[in-house]
Every structure is written in structure tokens, then in C-alpha cells.
């Protein structure tokens, strides 16, 4: 399973915030990843610092004007991570493409273009069932619900399950439910916790146990551009979505607990030479991002994601500015 659609009719849920800090941090381990910004709102294009007034190409030229994907893949602050742009011109799309041929179809021949360059692709949807989500739907292999843990959460999600059923019967028998992301989850609150429960009871081990919490890092990151793991490393925000990750790395590649686990002792070495950071720093690095990965024993790709981000070439190479990482692990020492 490689392409995933972020799917939820109800608006808000964190739909966006989950596509694109999963995404961030599936790069962050050297899986190369896209995320295809699906939603006229354009809420990932912007969180990832990409201004929606100044694109040359989008997702509307790609899937309504048959332009190459080629030209609308932007790079991001973090090297393994692409994005394919929007803005509200792709709101004209789902008008136009309901007389065109094939219509539910053009993203999956859209993705096609780019499958060999990629180990996953993300694309997260508007909050609707309209045929943008419905082209996702065709596109995609796996589902990725997010459900907010409040009044109403599963309200929609019957209608969700109807959609998905005859997407499979009439268009793409392989598509699956990957996975229900439990989002802004409070364990002190009581609705919750029932939320948490009932969601659980009914798509059991569907439901990833890294719970989202309500953070405000995760809702202050995106008005600067920036994942959470670029934004505030040590928030509780970045550390639950590095758990989601390590998680979603333990289901969908389940050969890699074969491989080895990463040289740390190497890691701690690049670090103190390089005088990006102290000791204390690393170690609480670490603590709050590595483990999680190496916990999971999941190391395809060999390096762990502190060793990818703040590696000293890497800095050089990427447009990681020392200021930023610096500010992120200062904060919070
Ligand atoms: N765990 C969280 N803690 C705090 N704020 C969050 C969290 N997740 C998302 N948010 C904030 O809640 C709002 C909605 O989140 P998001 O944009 O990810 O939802 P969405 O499902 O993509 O919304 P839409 O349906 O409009 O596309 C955003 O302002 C976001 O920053
Ligand atoms: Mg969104």
C-alpha cells in the first residue's frame, strides 16, 4: 500500500494536519514522499510555507488541463518531502470535470506519471464526498480517517463507509480502510474518552493507538510554514505524530523490523562534532524522536530521523536553516 487518501466529509477533524505531519515525518526517516494537495482551501500548500499566490503549476493544471505532474512538484523544507500546490482555482474543477472523460479517474492517471518516484503518497481531501474526493478514492489504496474526539465525531462516518463500499464495487476493488487517527484527544475529558471508546469498539484494530492530542504548537505550526517537527520537536503534538508515524512505518512495511537498528553511537558522534548542539540536547532528541522509530524497530531506511534533520551536510544541502532547528531544540531545553 503506497498511496493514501486523508478522508473525512466533516470539516476540521485534522485531516490536513495529519497528512502533512505524517508525511514530515515519513521523509524525516528518508522514505520520499509526496503530498498532493487535494482541498481548494489549500491548507497543506501554506503549512508546508508554499505560497498559494505564486504557483506556476497546481493540482488543478495537472488534473484538469493534463499537465505534467513533473512541473507542479514543489520541493519543502525537508528533502524527502514534495508537494503538489493549490489554491481556489481548483474549486472550477469540480464543475469541469463533470462533463470530462473519465472524470473520476484523472488522478489516479495523474499519479501514475510520479508512482516510481515516491514511497508514499499523501492526498488530502476537501471536507466533502463531492468528485475531487471521489477521484482520491479511486487513486488511493488505503483510507486514513481522522476522527476528532468530540460531540458529533462519528456522526458522517456511516455515510463515509456507503461511499467507500461503492467506490470499491465500481471503481477500485483494492481500496481499503488503512487506518482511524483518533485526533485532538484529551484523556482528562470524559467525551473523549467515550469518543476514544466507541470509535475503538466499533473499527477496532483499525484505530491507530497514537492518539493526537490537542496541542497548540500543532495549530500554531502551519501559520509559519512548517511541520511540527521543524516547529517544536518536543511538543506533545510532534511526539504523538511520531508515534502515529512509527506505528504506520510497524503496519504498512512489515518486513522492515528485519533490518538492523541505526548506529546511535555514530549519531551521537556527528552531533557533538559538529557543535550544532550539546550533548543534553542530543540525548533529549533522542528521547522524543528517535525512539519512537527504533522502539518500533522499523529502520528501512537506515537513518534515524535527528541523524536526517540535523546533520550537518544535510543542513548545508537542505533549506533547513540552522536558526530554525535551533530555535526549536532551544525552546524547549
Ligand atoms: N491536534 C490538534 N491540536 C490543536 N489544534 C489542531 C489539532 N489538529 C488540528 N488542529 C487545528 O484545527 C484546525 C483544523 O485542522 P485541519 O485543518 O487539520 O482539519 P481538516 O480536517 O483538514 O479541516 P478541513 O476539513 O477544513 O480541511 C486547524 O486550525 C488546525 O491547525
Ligand atoms: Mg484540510
Given at each position: ?177 488503512a487506518g482511524i487517527i483518533l485526533t485532538m ?27 493526537i492530542p490537542r496541542n497548540v504548537k500543532l ?115
Amino acid at each position: 500500500m503506497k498511496t493514501f487518501a486523508l478522508v473525512n466529509q466533516k470539516g476540521g477533524v485534522g485531516k490536513t494536519t495529519t497528512a502533512l505531519n505524517l508525511a514530515a515525518c515519513l521523509a524525516a526517516t528518508e522514505r520520499r514522499v509526496l503530498l498532493f494537495d487535494l482541498d481548494p482551501q489549500g491548507n497543506a500548500t501554506s503549512g508546508l510555507g508554499v505560497n498559494k499566490n505564486d504557483l506556476k503549476s497546481t493540482t488543478y493544471d495537472v488534473i484538469v488541463k493534463n499537465q505534467p505532474i513533473s512541473e507542479a512538484i514543489l520541493d519543502t523544507k525537508i528533502p524527502d518531502l514534495k508537494i503538489v500546490p493549490t489554491n481556489t482555482q481548483l474549486v472550477a474543477a469540480e464543475i469541469e470535470l463533470v462533463s470530462a472523460f473519465s472524470r473520476e479517474r484523472r488522478l489516479t492517471s495523474v499519479l501514475s506519471q510520479c508512482e516510481n518516484d515516491f514511497d508514499y503518497i499523501f492526498i488530502d481531501c476537501p471536507p466533502s464526498l463531492g468528485l475531487l474526493t471521489v477521484n482520491a478514492l479511486s487513486a488511493a489504496q488505503g483510507i486514513l480517517v481522522p476522527v476528532q474526539c468530540e460531540y458529533y465525531a462519528l456522526e458522517g462516518l456511516s455515510e463515509l463507509t456507503q461511499t467507500i463500499e461503492m467506490i470499491q464495487k465500481h471503481l477500485n476493488p483494492q481500496l481499503e480502510t488503512a487506518g482511524i487517527i483518533l485526533t485532538m484527544y484529551d484523556g482528562r475529558n470524559n467525551l473523549s474518552r467515550q469518543v476514544a471508546e466507541e470509535v475503538e469498539a466499533f473499527f477496532q484494530d483499525k484505530v491507530f493507538s497514537a492518539k493526537i492530542p490537542r496541542n497548540v504548537k500543532l495549530s500554531e505550526s502551519p501559520s509559519h510554514g512548517l511541520p511540527i517537527l521543524l516547529y517544536d520537536a518536543f511538543s506533545k503534538g510532534a511526539e504523538s505524530y511520531m508515534s502515529l508515524t512509527a506505528e504506520f512505518i510497524h503496519r504498512f512495511e512489515p518486513n522492515s523490523e528485519q533490518n538492523e537498528t541505526p548506529k546511535e553511537d555514530q549519531t551521537i558522534q556527528n552531533y557533538t562534532q559538529n557543535h550544532i548542539m550539546d550533548h543534553k540536547a542530543y540525548e533529549a532528541i533522542e528521547n522524543t524522536i528517535h525512539q519512537e522509530i527504533v522502539q518500533a524497530n522499523h529502520t528501512t531506511h537506515s537513518d534515524p530521523l535527528s541523524q536526517k534533520i540535523y546533520k550537518d551536510d544535510e543542513i548545508t544541502d537542505s533549506s533547513i536553516s540552522l536558526d530554525e532547528i535551533n530555535r526549536a531544540i532551544g525552546e524547549n531545553l
